[in-house]
C-alpha cells in the first residue's frame, strides 16, 4: 500500500489527521458546554450525564468491531462511511432539541466515531514504508494527543463567544475535507481474511466493555456499590468478561485473534498505553475543575493556561519523530516517563496562592514526557507484530487507551471527592472557638452565619486543594510504576526492525 500511496502520500496524512483530530476534540470539547446545554434542553444533572456516557459507551463498544470489520470489508469504505457518518451525527447533535434526540445522536456519534482513530493509525502504517512509521506515528500522535488538550479551550471559546452549538457544527468542515480527501486519494485495501464472525465473542466483549464504561462514568453519581445499579453492571463486566476470555483461548477463530498477544512488544505496549491513558486523560479531568472552582478561573483563561500542555507535546513529537530509529526505543519511553513524572511532582506543590506559571510550566513538561512516551509506544507495539494483524492490532490498542482513561477519570474523581470530604472533617477538628489562630482574623464575629460560612467555604477550599495535590502523587508514583516494565520490551523495537514478527 506504501508504493501505491505513491506523492498521494501528503494529501492521504493530512486527510487522516483530520478525522483523527476531529474525533480526539469530541472526547472533551463537548465538557465545558454541559451546563448550557442543559438549559437549553430543560434536562437534569443526571439525563446530562448520559451525554457523555453514550459517547463513550458506544465508541467503546464499537472500537474492537472495527479491527474485524476492517479485515472483511474494503478499509477505505468503512472509514469514509466513519467519517460520513461522524459528521453527520455531529451536525444533529448541533439541531438536538430535546434531550432524548441528544443521547440518540451522541450514540449514533459514538459508533460512527469508533473506527477513525484504530483506521487512521494503520493507513498511516501502511502508507509509509517501515523505516519512515517513527515519523508516520508522530504525525499520528499529534492528532490523538492535541484534541482532548485542545477539547476544552476550543469549546469554552465557543460556548462564550457563540454557542454550544456550533461545539458540534465545527466537525462539518473537518469531515467534509477529510472525506473528499480520502475519497479521491486513499487506495483500497482488503485483507481478504473469509473467518467467520464470532458473534459470542463480539456479544461477550460488548457486554463487558459497556457495563464496565457504565460503572465507571456512572459510579460516583450513583455513590458506587452502594447502588443496585452499580453492583449488577459490575456483576455483567466481570461475567462477560470471563466467558470472552475462556471463549479467545478455546475457539477456532475467536473475535480477537490470539496471536496478537503471542509478540511481548505488542503486549507491554498495551499495557504502557493504558497506564498512560490513566495519567493522560485523569490529569485533563482533574486541572479545569480546580483551576474553575478553587482559584476562580474563567472557562477560557482555564482553556489558555492549560494548552501549553500541547505545544510541549507538538515538540516532543516533532523531536521524537527524527530519533526513532537511531535511539533504543526503550530509552525514549524512559525519558518520557521520567519527565511525566516530574511534571506530576511539580503538581504536587501546587497552592492556593499561585499564579498560573507552575500550571503552565508543569503542563508543557507533562506535555512533553508524554509526547516522549507516545510516539515510540505507538512504533514499538507493531513493530514485529505481522501486517496481516495491524488493523486488529491498533483497534485493541486505542480500545485499553481509552477503558485506561475512563477508569482513570473515575478513580481520581472518586478519591478526589473522598478525600476532600475526609480533609474537611480533619481540619474542621481544630477549629474552635478557643483557637488563637482565627480570633485575630474573625474577633467578635467568629459566631456570626456569615463567618461561619466563610470559614467552612475556607476549609473546603483547602481540603480540596490537597485532595488534589493527592491525587497528582498517585499519578507521579503510577507513572514510576512503570519503568521495570520497559525490560519486558524487546531491544530497540526501532523503525527498521522487522525481525521476530509474529506468525501463525
Not at 457544527?169 to 485483507?191: E, S, T, V
Request: overall charge neutral; charged content about 10%.
Amino acid at each position: 500500500m506504501a508504493a501505491a500511496a505513491g506523492t498521494n502520500r501528503g494529501v492521504i496524512t493530512v486527510s487522516v489527521m483530520l478525522a483523527t483530530i476531529m474525533q480526539a476534540l469530541d472526547t472533551t470539547i463537548a465538557n465545558v458546554a454541559l451546563p448550557h446545554m442543559q438549559g437549553t434542553l430543560s434536562a437534569t444533572q443526571d439525563q446530562m450525564t448520559w451525554v457523555l456516557t453514550s459517547y463513550i459507551v458506544a465508541a467503546a463498544i464499537m472500537i474492537p468491531f472495527t479491527g474485524w470489520l476492517a479485515t472483511r470489508i474494503d478499509r477505505k469504505i468503512v472509514f469514509l462511511c466513519s467519517i460520513a457518518g461522524f459528521t453527520i451525527a455531529s451536525a444533529l447533535c448541533g439541531l438536538a432539541q430535546s434531550i432524548s434526540q441528544m443521547v440518540l445522536f451522541r450514540l449514533l456519534q459514538g459508533v460512527s466515531g469508533a473506527a477513525l482513530v484504530p483506521l487512521s493509525q494503520a493507513i498511516l502504517f501502511d502508507i509509509n514504508p517501515r523505516e519512515a512509521h517513527g515519523r508516520a506515528m508522530a504525525t499520528w500522535g499529534i492528532g490523538v494527543t492535541l484534541g482532548p488538550i485542545l477539547g476544552p479551550a476550543l469549546g469554552g471559546w465557543l460556548t462564550q463567544n457563540y454557542n454550544w452549538r456550533w461545539v458540534f457544527y465545527i466537525n462539518l468542515p473537518i469531515g467534509i475535507l477529510a472525506f473528499l480527501g480520502l475519497l479521491f486519494y486513499l487506495p483500497p485495501r482488503k485483507d481478504n481474511r473469509a473467518s467467520p464472525f464470532d458473534f459470542f465473542g463480539f456479544i461477550t466483549l460488548s457486554a463487558a466493555i459497556g457495563a464496565l464504561q457504565l460503572v465507571m462514568d456512572r459510579g460516583q453519581l450513583l455513590d458506587w456499590f452502594s447502588s443496585t445499579e452499580i453492583v449488577a453492571e459490575a456483576v455483567v463486566a466481570g461475567l462477560a468478561l470471563y466467558l470472552f476470555v475462556i471463549h479467545m483461548l478455546t475457539h477456532e477463530h475467536p473475535f480477537i485473534n490470539r496471536a496478537l498477544f503471542k509478540d511481548a512488544n505488542f503486549l507491554a505496549s498495551n499495557v504502557f498505553i493504558f497506564v498512560v491513558g490513566v495519567v493522560l486523560f485523569a490529569t485533563l479531568a482533574l486541572l479545569p475543575p480546580m483551576l474553575q472552582n478553587l482559584m476562580n478561573y474563567p472557562v477560557v483563561t482555564t482553556g489558555f493556561v492549560t494548552a501549553p500542555r500541547g505545544i510541549g507535546t507538538l515538540l516532543a513529537m516533532i523531536t521524537v519523530g527524527r530519533l526513532i530509529g537511531r535511539v533504543d526505543s526503550r530509552l525514549l519511553i524512559g525519558f518520557g516517563l521520567v519527565l511525566t513524572s516530574a511534571a506530576a511532582w511539580q503538581m504536587t506543590h501546587f497552592s492556593l496562592l499561585m499564579n498560573s506559571w507552575p500550571i503552565v510550566t508543569s503542563g508543557m513538561l507533562q506535555g512533553f514526557g508524554v509526547g516522549f512516551v507516545y510516539v515510540p509506544l505507538s512504533t514499538v507495539a507493531f513493530a514485529t507484530l505481522a501486517e496481516r494483524y495491524r488493523t486488529e492490532g491498533t483497534a485493541f490498542f486505542n480500545l485499553l487507551r481509552n477503558l485506561g482513561s475512563s477508569i482513570g477519570i473515575s478513580a481520581v474523581q472518586t478519591l478526589l471527592t473522598r478525600n476532600t470530604q475526609a480533609l474537611h472533617e480533619s481540619l474542621a477538628s481544630h477549629i474552635t472557638p478557643y483557637a488563637a489562630a482565627l480570633r485575630p482574623e474573625l474577633g467578635a464575629e467568629m459566631s456570626s452565619p456569615a463567618a461561619l460560612a466563610a470559614l467552612n467555604g475556607e476549609v473546603t477550599r483547602q481540603a480540596g486543594m490537597i485532595a488534589y495535590i493527592d491525587d497528582f502523587k498517585l499519578i507521579m508514583i503510577m507513572t514510576l510504576g512503570l519503568l521495570p516494565l520497559l525490560l519486558l520490551m524487546r531491544r530497540g523495537g526501532g523503525a527498521g526492525s522487522e525481525s521476530g514478527a509474529v506468525i501463525d
